[in-house]
């Protein structure tokens, strides 16, 4: 008797852990279930993510320190810092051989655009029509990127301001010349809905700044596309046309995933 008494309660122990393991959840990040994750170097070093499931008892272990370091900086919070260019991948496990393992891409932000249309708009009342007509034709043809070409401008710096851009003349991801630029403030802007902030770029040895700005259709058969990277060339204009008021160019954008 004494016998089947503890066979029922070693049986009785036995379920209670089994059922115990079952219910412990894996572990995973709070409100994300992407493992794949890209982060920025060197604007923003410093991620943090919290943990849940598994046992609570986490130690977390990046495979390269030289791309991505990583700690437990409080029970639950797992820290990353972006100490370089790469891909890696980190690993959390906890007492029970529970795991979760995160595959970190670690890239310099990069803003690309394709060249999806050309427009200008040239305004001075006493300017003629063929006066007007010489200047889109002339400065349409100094825009440095055709159609389906586009840029890329890579920020390579601490303060992301400033970086590599690479240009594609002809075709987006073709071959294309690489310069650098700079983000400068510009204080009076060409309209009203472009930015405050534009890409200051060297195309040719000469600084050639580039606005993003909402891009409104002179026609409403044009092709439905809100943003462009608007050029203010009036100062050029004006030393053969004096008579110009506002003269800008409209790279119509989107931007590309790749």
């Known amino acids: 008797m004494k016998t089947k008494i503890l066979f029922i309660y070693l049986l009785s122990l036995c379920l209670f852990s089994c059922s115990d393991d079952d219910n412990v959840k894996p572990i995973t990040l709070v409100d994300r279930d992407e493992t794949t994750i890209s982060l920025y170097y060197p604007r923003a070093t410093g991620y943090g993510f919290p943990l849940q499931g598994g046992d609570g008892n986490y130690s977390v272990k990046s495979n390269n320190d030289k791309v991505i370091t990583a ?3 409080s029970p639950i919070d797992l820290s990353l810092t972006a ?3 790469g891909e890696t991948t980190v690993v959390i496990t906890d007492n029970s051989q529970n795991m979760l393992v995160l595959n970190i891409s670690v890239n310099y932000e990069t803003h690309r655009f394709i060249v999806k249309q050309h427009d200008i708009r040239v305004f001075g009342g006493d300017l003629t029509e063929n006066e007007k007509k010489e200047i889109s034709e002339n400065c349409l043809a100094e825009i440095p990127v055709k159609v389906n070409g586009g840029y890329e401008f890579i920020f390579t710096d601490v303060a992301n301001n400033k970086g590599k851009a690479i240009i594609y003349t002809d075709s987006y991801g ?5 310069t650098t630029f700079e983000m400068k403030e ?3 802007k060409i309209i009203p809905e472009s930015a405050s902030w534009g890409y200051e770029v060297i195309i040719n040895n000469e600084k050639r700044t580039f606005v993003q700005g909402r891009y409104i259709p002179s026609t409403k058969a044009t092709e439905p596309v809100t ?4 050029e203010d060339i009036t100062q050029n204009v004006q030393v053969e046309y004096p008579k110009a ?3 800008y160019t409209s790279q119509v954008i989107v931007r590309s995933s790749y």
Do not use: F, Q, T
């Open 83 to 85: 100490v370089g260019i």
């Open 227 to 230: 943003i462009a990277l608007m």
């Open 186 to 188: 510009i204080k009076d």
């Open 71 to 73: 700690e437990m900086i």
């Open 174 to 178: 073709s071959k294309g010349i690489e």
């Open 245 to 247: 008021e506002l003269v």
